[in-house]
């Protein structure tokens, strides 16, 4: 018994044809989809952006006993009375509400709690149950860098958290 072979110097039908031709745009559609889903979870942080690192400028724009907020960071820049300096998140340990410096009192004041923490970020008035977070502080060629990717979080204000020029 012999088969058939199929004859192949045949034109393709009508019926093959848009068969082929579904499954092409079905294949490219399907691929796009992938694309964008690759593109869509691929984190694209920036420098100077939040959650990663962010250039605050020469050490000397800072002066000591200061408090310079970055909005588009989240944090403050507090440069302590020795020259040294802590990078605080804005972020209340309570509940998480953003806690704005008021310099006349010179201290963060939670506006949700009455939290209220000083320019280390130590509790002063609770209900903050710790000190503020803190992000990674560089200091490199005389410019500060602030990594605000990763938190730090801590219970009180240690001497070894400050980082020095």
């Known amino acids: 018994m012999t088969t058939a072979q199929p004859d192949l110097t045949a034109e393709p039908t009508r019926r093959d044809f848009l068969k082929l031709a579904w499954l092409g745009l079905g ?38 006993n200061s408090v310079t907020p970055f909005n588009q960071g989240r944090f403050y820049l507090s440069r ?3 020259g040294g300096f802590l990078a605080l998140y804005r972020k ?6 953003a806690v704005p410096w008021e310099q006349p009192q010179g201290q963060f004041l939670c506006p949700c709690h009455a939290s ?30 602030v990594d605000t990717g990763t938190i730090i979080q801590r219970d009180r204000f240690d001497s070894t958290q400050v980082v020095y020029p």
């Open 27 to 64: 294949a490219l559609a399907l691929a796009e989809a992938g694309g964008m889903a690759v593109a869509f979870s691929i984190p694209r942080l920036g420098e100077g952006e939040f959650g990663g690192l962010i250039t605050a400028g020469a050490v000397d724009d800072f002066p000591p």
């Open 116 to 145: 209220a923490f000083d320019a280390k970020g130590e509790v002063l008035n609770p209900p903050a149950p710790r000190a503020l977070d803190l992000f990674p502080v560089t200091i490199e060629g005389g410019v500060v860098k």
């Open 80 to 82: 302590l009375a020795d």
């Open 92 to 97: 209340c340990t309570h509940l998480g509400c």
